[in-house]
């Protein structure tokens, strides 16, 4: 097993650990919550003879075996794991293409998410109640989604957006607390967290840090949410993590201007995350009160 050893400012030691193939030439871990408190890693590697890609759940704190492939058609991709060994992620198999496990299980029929006939689906988390979150098409737009515990994608697992057409959920935390991205009116897309097991609202909106797009990516037990945001310029994207404001506090917000919408959104599945178009405009907005913001 290849490993490399690393040190913390503190003397702690660390080591990068191999995890192998199941078939192939290559293999990956991608999305946001691809590790649990177990060890065991959510990804994707090359099979039959690099024909294919299977999402794959690794043992704990070991290395990649034939038993670690989840199985699908020809393309399956696994996104978040929790901690029974539920995996999420989206697969050929199915119309939609989302799907959650059984604790530890494969992929299979009964994994199917998508209970509406979605063009297309995927889902980015899972906490450990079983309730998925992703994305989904309602009604000829990607929206968001969270799903009950251990229940499929419906139309009441729509979350909405922040006034725009699209949105998307990236992680769930065990409150039934979702984050992501959603558009503004005007294709401006900011980073949102909702309150728990509710929809997208304004209070959802967690700003930017100065420029006009910003997207959650994942979200811990107190709320806390970490991510991206573009600062003033637009030039720039940095990393953040929300934290706790002091009540009455207001926070600048880029919002968009009321233009014409001329470019449709793309998604990319092998980064796992959706891509919105930009457009310009600033103004400022207050925070809600007592809430976690950028």
């Known amino acids: 097993m290849l490993s490399v050893r690393a040190a913390t400012a503190s003397g702690a030691q660390y080591q990068i650990l191999d995890l192998g193939i199941i078939d192939g030439q290559f293999s990956r871990s991608e999305g946001y919550n691809s590790v649990n408190d177990s060890g065991q890693v959510v990804g994707s590697s090359m099979v039959n003879g690099n024909r294919d890609e299977h999402a794959f759940r690794s043992p704990p704190n070991g290395r990649l075996t034939t038993a670690s492939d ?4 020809r393309d399956s991709h696994a996104l978040g794991i929790n ?14 293409g989302a ?6 299980g494969r992929i299979d029929a009964a994994s199917n998410l998508d209970a509406i006939g979605s063009r297309h689906s995927i889902a980015y988390g899972v906490n450990a109640s079983g309730q998925a979150a992703g994305l989904a098409t309602f009604h000829g737009y990607d929206h968001a989604f969270r799903t009950g515990p251990n229940a499929p994608i419906d139309y009441a697992s729509d979350l909405g957006t ?27 897309s900011h980073a949102f967290r909702t309150a728990p097991n509710a929809p997208i609202t304004p209070a959802s909106d967690l700003g930017t840090l100065g420029g006009l797009h910003s997207g959650g990516g994942a979200i811990n037990s107190s709320g806390q949410v970490a991510g ?22 207001t926070l600048a917000r880029s919002a968009a201007p009321r233009v014409s919408r001329t470019a449709s959104t793309t998604l990319d599945r092998s980064l796992a995350r ?3 178009p930009a457009s310009p405009g600033t103004r400022s907005s207050p925070t809600v009160p007592g809430q976690w913001s950028i």
């Open 99 to 104: 799907y959650r496990t059984a604790p530890n």
């Open 83 to 96: 901690a029974s060994g539920q995996v999420v992620g989206y697969t050929d198999d199915f119309l939609g």
């Open 162 to 188: 922040l006034g725009g057409y699209l949105s998307a959920a990236t992680g769930i935390n065990n409150a039934g607390q979702v984050t992501g991205n959603a558009e503004l009116p005007g294709a401006v």
């Open 70 to 73: 989840l199985g699908g058609y």
């Open 274 to 276: 959706p891509a919105f």
């Open 228 to 249: 991206y945001s573009y600062t003033t310029g637009d030039q720039y994207r940095h990393a953040f993590r929300t934290a706790r404001l002091p009540r009455r506090t």
